[in-house]
């Protein structure tokens, strides 16, 4: 925890000439020097960070929800091939979402970390647009559909990973420090500022909204009529702009050291509590090594949550054993890789308890995968004309969703927030767990609406000869983004509450690893699909390049079936987290009535670890 500490100037007399409030312990300006609260943090520096969120979103979404055309039409790989490398493309930018983190808690920092890889980002927006631009570098142009097309091979393939992977690596490495630095401008123990936190988050998630909008209208617009190098060049206009936004808050931000290798105070739990596994845990945890009424004199400089307030819990017991302290008559004091104390065994039962809640968010994202894949080109095998002369492109379909959003979050934020802290007395009126498994819930009907809709569109084509206006699959993308609303904003706000000094960055970037492993597990499906449906006679449901001669439709009828098993699943989760796990998610701050959060409201003091 973070203290406050008022420090006063006094002249010769003892009088009082001048207050200061100095944030002592863990912030620091950019300097290295203490920050002042009146000075630095605050959503007056978030704001910064915001715009990078807000611009680095449009940059990457107007590649990432257009790459299939590219990869399909300029690069000519096949259409399940093509739907492959964009997932895989996105899955990998979330996975470097882990490396992004550990760099900023171990030794960067958040804000050094996003101003080194925004650049990176960059470089492969750039290598990105010189290669759309330049014909050498790519396969003869070819219509993939009537024609036999040569996929790019050597060194025009070679050249469109690098830059593909650069942009992964750049906006991996970002995403987990834009939400955790911006959250760490405000501190979350404080009752003001927690409510302050939880509309950080609902702002966050409305830049990402601009974002995504501008870049499905707007960029998609000029990747479709003035070519994918034009587009890909706007994009890295985009990302040099956001990384204005970040540079220009330096001296307001509040910092957060780097500590070591945050895998090391893991490490050492495991390590202690296997080589103490014969030891019996003691029925009274004062006899902990490390708790409040234990508390060694010198704690193992690795030791990075021993400030924090912790709370001993039930769970993972067996884990208990590294805080076992061995009484054998003499004053020797045992290794770190042998002796834990008590912070850093709840911190590593944190980490354990959330990758249930983690897993459950798979298939959510698996879903999302579809709608920047295949529902693209189910729009590209619709009738895309809205007026005489201008047809949409099947990409800005997804801003449909943004640009209700960006109505639905200031209401959700300004309505149904307080309405809903009346009845539940939480700051973010309802906790970030029922936030997610509300949006669960929603997005299987994204999923069934999308199955009907195909099922029609292919009948029109087949029977009627007739193409179904492009507007018959924007409900599917409205629902999924209602969807998002709740469970991107509550997946990230549980995951950074649930995080102590140290750890913000790394536990934030496993919210976006959800992201994608469920783009993984989008590829595997479709392989897994196509085989087992494949007969001697014809492909599988996904193997044809002509979206009326496949099943799309059993596709998404699969994945709404797996979409509700995962809900139910959550439900278990979610209700064995929250009653084992101290404090409640959504309980910081929720002590309105009293204006103060109070941890023994929620544990009995002898509970308390410090």
Not at 238 to 261: D, E, F, H, W
Not at 313 to 339: H, M, N, Q, V, Y
Request: glycine letters at 6%; a positive charge; charged letters at 15%.
């Amino acid at each position: 925890m973070v203290d406050r500490v008022e420090k006063t100037k006094m002249n010769l007399r003892g009088d009082t000439m001048s207050t200061t409030v100095v944030v002592e312990g863990t912030s620091v300006d950019w300097r290295g020097k203490p920050c002042k609260s009146n000075k630095h943090g605050g959503m007056k520096a978030a704001i910064f960070v915001l715009g990078l969120q807000a611009f680095e979103m449009m940059a990457i979404a107007a590649v990432g929800n257009n790459l299939i055309t590219y990869v399909f039409n300029d690069m000519h790989f096949p259409l399940s091939k093509s739907a492959n490398i964009v997932t895989n493309f996105i899955g990998t930018v979330f996975l470097l979402s882990l490396l992004g983190g550990f760099l900023s808690d171990s030794y960067l920092g958040s804000f050094w970390t996003m101003l080194i890889f925004g650049f990176v980002e960059l470089s492969g927006f750039i290598l990105l647009s010189v290669q759309a631009h330049l014909p050498q570098l790519r396969p003869a142009q070819c219509k993939m559909i009537s024609e036999n097309c040569p996929e790019a091979k050597g060194y025009k393939a070679l050249i469109f990973f690098i830059a593909l992977y650069l942009v992964a690596l750049g906006s991996g490495c970002l995403k987990p420090n834009i939400i955790s630095h911006g959250a760490d401008q405000f501190i979350k123990e404080d009752s003001k500022q927690s409510k302050k936190l939880s509309t950080y988050f609902n702002v966050a998630y409305f830049a990402f909204c601009m974002g995504e909008l501008i870049a499905l209208t707007l960029l998609v617009w000029v990747q479709t009529h003035a070519g994918m190098d034009v587009g890909f060049g706007v994009s890295a206009a985009a990302m040099a702009v956001g990384l204005i936004s970040l540079i220009s808050g330096t001296a307001l931000y509040k910092n957060k050291p780097s500590r070591g290798s945050i895998f090391t105070p893991i490490a050492q739990v495991f390590v202690a509590a296997i080589s103490k596994r014969k030891q019996i845990c003691p029925s009274n945890i004062e006899m902990l090594y490390g708790n409040k009424n234990n508390v060694p004199n010198h704690l193992p400089a690795t030791s990075t949550n021993v400030n924090n307030l912790l709370h001993h819990t039930e769970k993972f017991r067996f884990l208990d054993k590294a805080c076992i302290r061995i009484e054998d008559g003499t004053e020797r004091t045992e290794s770190p890789w042998r002796l834990c104390t008590v912070a850093q065994v709840e911190q590593v039962k944190v980490i354990l308890s959330v990758i249930p809640i983690f897993a459950c968010t798979i298939i959510f994202n698996t879903i999302l995968a579809q709608l920047q894949t295949f529902s693209v080109q189910q729009g590209s095998a619709m009738n895309t004309n809205i007026a005489k002369g201008f047809h949409i492109p099947p990409a800005s379909l997804q801003a449909i969703p943004y640009i209700i959003l960006i109505f639905v979050i200031p209401l959700y934020e300004t309505l149904f927030v307080p309405l809903a802290r009346r009845f539940t007395g939480k700051v973010s009126g309802i906790s970030p767990l029922q936030r997610v498994g509300t949006g669960l819930f929603i997005a299987t009907f994204s999923m069934v609406c999308a199955a009907l809709v195909e099922r029609k569109r292919r009948n029109f084509a087949s029977d009627a000869g007739d193409i179904l206006s492009i507007f018959w699959i924007a409900p599917q993308f409205l629902i999924f983004g209602l969807s998002e609303m709740f469970t991107a904003v509550g997946l990230i706000e549980f995951f950074y509450m649930q995080s102590s000094e140290g750890m913000q960055s790394f536990l934030t970037a496993m919210t976006y690893c959800s992201y994608s492993f469920g783009f993984y597990l989008s590829s595997v499906l479709v392989s897994l699909v196509n085989r087992v449906t494949s007969t001697s006679s014809r492909g599988g449901w996904l193997s044809d390049n002509d979206l009326n001669k496949d099943k799309l439709d059993l596709f998404y009828w699969l994945l709404a079936a797996l979409s509700i098993v995962n809900f139910f699943n959550y439900i278990f989760w979610s209700k064995w987290h929250s009653s084992n796990i101290i404090p409640p998610d959504g309980s910081y701050g929720e002590d309105l009535e009293n204006n103060h959060f109070n941890p023994s409201k929620h544990a009995g003091a002898e509970n308390v670890i410090p």
